[in-house]
């Protein structure tokens, strides 16, 4: 805690600027300065506020394990720049927010919290300033197996009791427990006798575990240490995930800034049974990269600039005896069957195009219809969105289509192969990827069949 020791006896507003300073990036996917998220929400606190910190830890993007992994091995770290933005903003809440499913990251989520009650860490000296004075508080939330509940509206639906369900307001705006107006999905104060007395909107910091991570690295070790490693645009150390066709499935702690290539090699002793490297899909929320650009440094500019992103740092390489047209498949049946339905053009679009995938990929005689459903579906899907994961299929799908014509064509004349996975990680065992077979029986309702779901008949 020989960060948080420090930041104690400094001002919070001096921290926000060193973590601007170095230049964190939000570790949960899309990469947002942290600096410039602390120093938000700070701002739109108001006197009558509570404003709450929240730990991202329900990680369910397909082939990232890293918030897991972390968690397994140092929740104090995650524990630590949680604190710490309790003294930035300041706030005298933290709600860590997991899922039900992941036993030992709750185990060891708890056994710390527990020993930092006892060693007197919680007892902060400024802590909920804008409140009332006291000890932090420290929540664990169980939550739901759902993608979407690592959405960070959607997150704190969660911990309010509801169900993952994407709201209008970002958590900056609009918090925990708030007393003002909701926007969102349920249904909030009555307004109809008048406005209550103290209208608060709770600002809450969501930030991915990782993140909180680097926050206690960053105040321990300063700024120029963690600008040691990666670029300017992209500092720090990350913490990747490499599974797919690879010799080894495998977790690590890489400086940002690497060639893919590299630590594809390195770490997963490189492309499984003599394979060469077709495609390297980065979770779901990037476009695919292609085989002659994994030479790309990994850092969130490279990896723009050759067409895809950096995400999560989740990397899923496949072969070259892949079809992208069944992995595309697979991603957009995972997104579709997770997406909530508050939006129709999104719900009803990824079905459209994951049925039309199904039928190139699982059926005997596809028409050509098929593409123009796909291109259809596509122009609308992210109509009237609340939340990014339409904005998820059009651009992965696009890009696959885009990127693999020669696969497309195939897919008219043959089957697919419907043994390609997206990993959607239980564990990482001895170099094995333990994926998730469920989701293959789980219904767009969210609920389950006995046997696999397919959608290009009536379910
Ligand atoms: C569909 C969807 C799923 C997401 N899942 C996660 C997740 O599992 N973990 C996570 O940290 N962020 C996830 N995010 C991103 C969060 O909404 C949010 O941007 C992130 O927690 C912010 O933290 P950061 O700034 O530290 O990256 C998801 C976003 C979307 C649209
Ligand atoms: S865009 Fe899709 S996943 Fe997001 S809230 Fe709307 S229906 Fe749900």
């Known amino acids: 805690m020989t960060g948080l020791s420090t930041v ?23 990469g947002f300065p942290t600096g410039r998220k602390w120093h938000s929400v700070s701002s739109a606190t108001g006197q009558d506020d ?74 902060a000296p400024n802590a909920g300033l804008r409140t009332s004075p006291g000890a932090i508080t420290i929540d664990v939330v169980e939550g739901p197996d759902h993608y979407l509940y690592g959405e960070e509206s959607a997150l704190l639906e969660v911990i309010e009791g509801e169900d993952p369900l994407p709201r209008h307001l970002p958590p900056y705006e609009y918090g925990l427990f708030t007393t003002s107006p909701q926007l969102g999905w349920s249904a909030g104060s009555d307004l109809s006798d008048g406005p209550p007395a103290l209208l608060r909107s709770n600002p809450a910091v969501v930030n991915n575990a990782e993140t909180f991570a680097h926050v206690a690295l960053v105040c321990r070790h300063g700024a120029d240490w963690y600008r040691s490693m990666g670029s300017e645009q992209s500092p720090g150390p990350s913490i990747v995930t490499i599974t797919g066709d690879v010799n080894r499935a495998v977790v690590a702690e890489i400086g940002l800034g690497h060639r893919l290539d590299a630590v594809i090699d390195e770490l997963a002793d490189g492309p499984s ?114 939340c990014y994961l339409p904005s998820q299929e059009q651009i992965l799908i696009a890009s696959i289509l885009n990127r693999f ?54 379910e």
């Open 273 to 386: 049974s003599g394979r060469s490297v077709k495609a390297v899909l980065s979770g779901v929320s990037n476009p695919v990269l292609t085989g002659d650009q994994v030479a790309t440094p990994i850092t969130h500019e490279h990896l723009r600039a050759a067409g895809g992103g950096l995400g999560s740092a989740g990397f899923i390489v496949y072969g070259d005896d892949r079809n992208m047209i069944d992995v595309a498949y697979q991603v957009s049946r995972f997104l579709h069957v997770e997406s909530c339905g508050q939006c129709n053009p999104c719900k009803t679009g990824t079905h459209d195009i994951t049925a039309a995938l199904e039928a190139l990929v699982l059926d005997d005689r596809t028409s050509s219809d098929v593409v123009a459903t796909i291109q259809r579906r596509m122009q609308t899907v992210t109509d009237a969105s609340r």
């Open 8 to 30: 104690r006896s400094d001002s919070g507003t001096r921290t926000i600027d060193l973590i601007g300073r170095a230049g964190i990036r939000g570790r949960g996917g899309a």
């Open 405 to 458: 014509p020669d696969d497309l064509a195939r897919r008219f004349i043959d089957h697919g192969d419907s043994s390609v996975v997206l990993p959607k990680l239980i564990e990482i065992v001895d170099g094995k990827a333990v994926i998730d077979e469920a989701h293959a029986r789980k219904r767009s309702d969210w609920t389950y069949s006995s046997t696999p779901v397919r959608f290009s008949s009536v």
């Open 50 to 123: 509570q404003a709450f910190i929240v730990v991202n830890a329900a990680e369910g993007e397909p082939g990232t394990f890293k918030d897991r992994a972390l968690l397994r091995s140092n929740p104090y770290a995650v524990l630590e720049g949680a604190l710490i933005a309790c003294h930035c903003i300041p706030s005298a809440r933290i709600v860590i927010a997991t899922k039900a499913s992941y036993h030992c990251e709750l185990e060891a989520i708890r056994r710390a919290v527990n020993e930092l009650t006892l060693a007197g860490w919680l007892e």
